[in-house]
């Protein structure tokens, strides 16, 4: 049994996969070309935003939003506590100082209340100023965007949407990827949209940051290629064989793996209801569901349920054990206000199942019954 079955989903697209494989074998245009062209077309479409700019993957898409934001020492880049470290650590680097914010009890996204309490605590600190937000849509589920960009428009600051685990989710009608005015994606291979190695992704509506960013990822290349280099900038350039191996997925993500993601989350849904605390998914929204995550009654029953599944061989995960602001790297860090309550409470409680759009419903019945044996 797979945690994420890729070999299953390589079987159902395997035609189209090794073809397209093989046509950038026949080219060796293995940078750049039609397949990278097309990729970036129907990304762009996909997520509803114009623009968009693949490359390496999606920390380097992170790191290229907040080089094209201008932002660095000094400069305060609020964030959710319970993500991958992937969503700050490149502002880190560039000398910007991480602000955790507490999430909702609920959706487990970015809190917009705490948000605004971190905030005003920077302000009134006065060392450093409010510069950006970076908003994780966390376990494929997305943010309240109509609780969080008011906050972000009062104080100025830039919303950024990493949507790494949300690519195909929607929020109101809008599929995320829409959000901010950068947002960003990871196609490792365990996300909902995955590629064969690492790839990331771009996406904004501005026609000045598009050149700015495309610039950043090659060197910082100006108007005469990346020999006439004009700025600092990175390599960070998505392969043809990776666009070759997307865009087949996209395809199948849109058709039917969402859908049927949704179908495995129902299931589950209906099995676990009144036992554990089963995932929320608000009204007129629609979750990727990158994890299925649920919430044990603490964390001794977790413990249980964890050592039964392994003990019966069934793959099981923690996203995530520890929320951002309790990790070693960021030990320095001011932390402000806040008491991270629902941060603690979602990180000492939490597991995550076998989620995936290959999930047969015999095999899922199995996972179900372990843990209902377990409790």
Same mark, same amino acid.
């Given at each position: 049994?797979?945690?994420?079955?890729?070999?299953?989903?390589?079987?159902?697209? /395997?035609?189209?996969?090794?073809?397209?494989?093989?046509?950038?074998?026949?080219?060796?245009?293995?940078?750049?070309?039609?397949?990278?062209?097309?990729?970036?077309? %129907?990304?762009?479409?996909?997520?509803?935003?114009? &623009?968009?700019? @693949?490359?390496?993957?999606?920390?380097?898409?992170?790191?290229?939003?907040?080089?094209?934001?201008?932002?660095?020492?000094?400069?305060?880049?609020?964030?959710? #506590?319970?993500?991958?470290?992937?969503?700050?650590?490149? =502002?880190?680097?560039?000398?910007?100082?991480?602000?955790?914010?507490?999430?909702?009890?609920?959706?487990?996204?970015?809190?917009?209340?705490?948000?605004?309490? $971190?905030?005003?605590?920077?302000?009134?600190?006065?060392?450093?100023?409010? /510069?950006?937000?970076?908003?994780?849509?966390?376990?494929?589920?997305?943010?309240?965007?109509?609780?969080?960009?008011?906050?972000?428009? /009062?104080?100025?600051?830039?919303?950024?949407?990493?949507?790494?685990?949300? +690519?195909?989710?929607?929020?109101?009608?809008?599929?995320?990827?829409?959000?901010?005015?950068?947002?960003?994606?990871?196609? +490792?291979?365990?996300?909902? *949209?995955?590629?064969?190695? #690492?790839?990331?992704?771009?996406?904004?509506?501005?026609?000045? *940051?598009?050149?700015?960013?495309?610039?950043?990822?090659?060197?910082?290349?100006?108007?005469?290629?990346?020999?006439?280099?004009?700025?600092?900038?990175?390599?960070?350039?998505?392969?043809?064989? $990776?666009?070759?191996?997307?865009?087949? /997925?996209?395809?199948?993500?849109?058709?039917?793996?969402? %859908?049927?993601?949704?179908?495995?989350?129902?299931?589950?849904? =209906?099995?676990?209801?009144?036992?554990?605390?089963?995932?929320?998914?608000?009204?007129?929204?629609?979750? =990727?569901?990158? $994890?299925?995550?649920?919430?044990?009654?603490?964390?001794?029953?977790?413990?249980?349920?964890? =050592?039964?599944?392994?003990?019966?061989?069934?793959?099981?995960?923690?996203? &995530?054990?520890?929320?951002?602001?309790?990790?070693?790297?960021? %030990?320095?860090?001011?932390?402000?206000?806040?008491?991270?309550?629902?941060?603690? #409470?979602?990180?000492?409680?939490?597991?995550?199942?076998?989620?995936?759009? &290959?999930?047969?419903?015999? @095999?899922?019945?199995?996972?179900? %019954?372990?843990?209902?044996?377990?409790?």
């Amino acid at each position: 049994m797979q945690f994420i079955d890729l070999q299953a989903q390589y079987r159902a697209l /395997k035609t189209e996969i090794d073809s397209n494989i093989r046509d950038v074998l026949d080219t060796a245009q293995y940078i750049g070309g039609p397949f990278i062209r097309e990729l970036e077309e %129907r990304l762009a479409a996909f997520a509803g935003r114009r &623009y968009c700019i @693949t490359c390496a993957n999606g920390t380097d898409a992170l790191q290229a939003a907040f080089m094209a934001l201008g932002i660095g020492a000094g400069d305060a880049v609020f964030c959710s #506590d319970v993500t991958f470290v992937a969503s700050t650590e490149p =502002a880190y680097m560039l000398g910007a100082t991480p602000v955790f914010c507490d999430i909702e009890p609920d959706t487990y996204n970015l809190s917009a209340a705490s948000l605004a309490r $971190q905030i005003e605590a920077v302000l009134a600190e006065g060392r450093l100023t409010p /510069k950006a937000v970076v908003a994780p849509d966390i376990f494929g589920n997305p943010c309240d965007y109509d609780a969080i960009l008011p906050v972000c428009e /009062k104080y100025g600051l830039s919303l950024i949407e990493d949507a790494a685990q949300s +690519f195909g989710a929607s929020y109101r009608g809008k599929r995320c990827g829409s959000f901010g005015v950068i947002s960003t994606t990871s196609f +490792f291979p365990a996300k909902p *949209l995955g590629c064969y190695g #690492d790839g990331g992704a771009i996406f904004v509506d501005d026609d000045a *940051l598009d050149g700015l960013l495309r610039s950043l990822c090659v060197h910082g290349k100006g108007p005469g290629g990346k020999y006439g280099n004009i700025r600092v900038g990175m390599n960070s350039r998505l392969d043809a064989i $990776q666009a070759a191996v997307l865009l087949p /997925k996209l395809r199948a993500l849109e058709e039917y793996e969402l %859908r049927v993601r949704q179908t495995v989350a129902d299931r589950y849904g =209906a099995a676990f209801a009144g036992r554990l605390v089963t995932p929320f998914v608000a009204e007129n929204c629609i979750s =990727a569901y990158a $994890q299925y995550v649920l919430l044990a009654e603490d964390s001794a029953q977790r413990a249980r349920i964890l =050592a039964h599944l392994s003990e019966k061989q069934i793959p099981h995960m923690i996203y &995530y054990p520890a929320p951002q602001h309790a990790l070693p790297v960021f %030990r320095d860090v001011p932390q402000y206000r806040e008491d991270f309550r629902s941060a603690d #409470d979602c990180c000492a409680r939490c597991f995550s199942l076998p989620m995936h759009p &290959y999930l047969e419903e015999e @095999t899922q019945e199995q996972i179900i %019954r372990t843990v209902l044996e377990a409790l």
